[in-house]
């Protein structure tokens, strides 16, 4: 029998108590925001045991359930690991990074002022998200764009910063005005989970 689409049901990973007292995020805003989270995981699951019963032989690149749901795993394992960058990295004081991140950005951008704007210009261009990684082959950090939970992953880069601008991250407390968003979110940074993440990963060295 193929083990190619066997797998172990994930569950949500819990929320930190912190990221209930945001500054300028409501409550409400990150329980509904949890939520989509929790569905991108079941969604996960629930593609992942249909795959088994996907005809192979019917595969087809216009349309077929094998294509659909691969094409819909990456929507839900994207959004799954998204939003756990996303919310593992908030609950902290924002300020200037001052640890390996800061000193990285600083190499990196010239300033860490020069990071934050490019991120922040690079969240008003995206309709969905805006990182910061790492390429591991280029070596360099930068930030990408991405439109949708599963666009535009470029491989063998490691994102350290997640930043969602997606409208249901922010409509609720700031309505359209997504600026505002973004820079709560700067706010509310918690820069020793991205320095932990650095060091871990040996990025930059
Ligand atoms: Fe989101």
Known sequence: MS??????????RELKPSLYELEGI??????????LYEGYVAKRNEILSRL????????NQTYSELRALKVELTFAIGGIKNHELYFEHLGGNGGDPKGAFGELVAREFG???EWR??????????????WTAWDWDERRLFNYIGDAQNTFPVWNATPVVAL???????????????????DAFFNNLDYAVVDGWVE?????R
Not at 3 to 12: F, P, R, S, V
Request: glycine residues 8%; without cysteine.
């Open 111 to 113: 300033s860490v002022a």
């Open 164 to 182: 969602d601008v997606y409208e249901h991250a922010y409509f609720l407390d700031f309505g359209t005005d997504r600026a505002a968003y973004i």
């Open 3 to 12: 083990l190619a689409y066997n797998h172990t049901e994930i569950a949500a």
């Open 26 to 35: 409501s409550r409400q805003a990150v329980e509904a925001h949890y939520r």
């Open 200 to 204: 871990a990963y040996g990025i930059g």
């Open 52 to 59: 088994a019963d996907a005809d192979p032989a019917a595969a």
């Open 117 to 130: 704007a490019d991120l922040k210009a690079t969240g008003m261009a995206a309709r969905g998200w805006a």
